[in-house]
């Protein structure tokens, strides 16, 4: 599937130390009304969690780190699931002697220190909807 999308407004932004990473992304999302875009972050995290959809059992596994950690890189998508504009961000994390980590960025992730940068996109919606054959929405 190939869709073509101009680019538009771009925000850029800080979070506050403490703050849910995906949690407080999503509330800026919200409130912009944001239904196409591409988001990047960067910064550090004092924990976090991170998931792994698991081919087989068509589910997602969790994994939780409770250190500090940076923000290597974290990129992603935002498009609408379920009525309502959605982020899906994959990060990736550093620890203090280099040993990175990655997956899908998900709640429970507590900022240090984090800025971002939100591209949105003029053109069509991109609809999330269930794929029988992956078990996900997408779009």
């Known amino acids: 599937?190939?869709?073509?999308?101009?680019?538009?407004?771009?925000?850029?932004?800080?979070?506050?130390?403490?703050?849910?990473?995906?949690?407080e992304l999503t509330n800026i999302?919200?409130?912009?009304?944001i239904e196409a875009a591409s988001i990047k972050v960067i910064g550090a995290v004092q924990k976090a969690k991170i998931g792994y959809y698991d081919q087989d059992e068509f589910e997602y596994k969790y994994k939780e780190f409770d250190q500090a950690l940076e923000i290597v890189s974290c990129i992603g998508n935002i498009s609408i699931l379920e009525g309502k504009p959605?982020?899906?961000a994959h990060i990736i994390l550093a620890d203090k002697e280099g040993n990175c980590y990655g997956g899908h960025l998900a709640e429970g992730s507590k900022v240090f220190a984090a800025e971002f940068v939100i591209q949105t996109f003029e053109g069509n919606k991109l609809m999330r909807e269930f794929q029988d054959d992956t078990k996900l929405k997408l779009w």
């Open 1 to 23: 599937m190939l869709k073509k999308f101009k680019p538009s407004d771009a925000y850029m932004g800080r979070l506050e130390k403490g703050d849910d990473l995906l949690k």
């Open 86 to 88: 959605f982020i899906h």
């Open 29 to 33: 999302v919200h409130q912009k009304k």
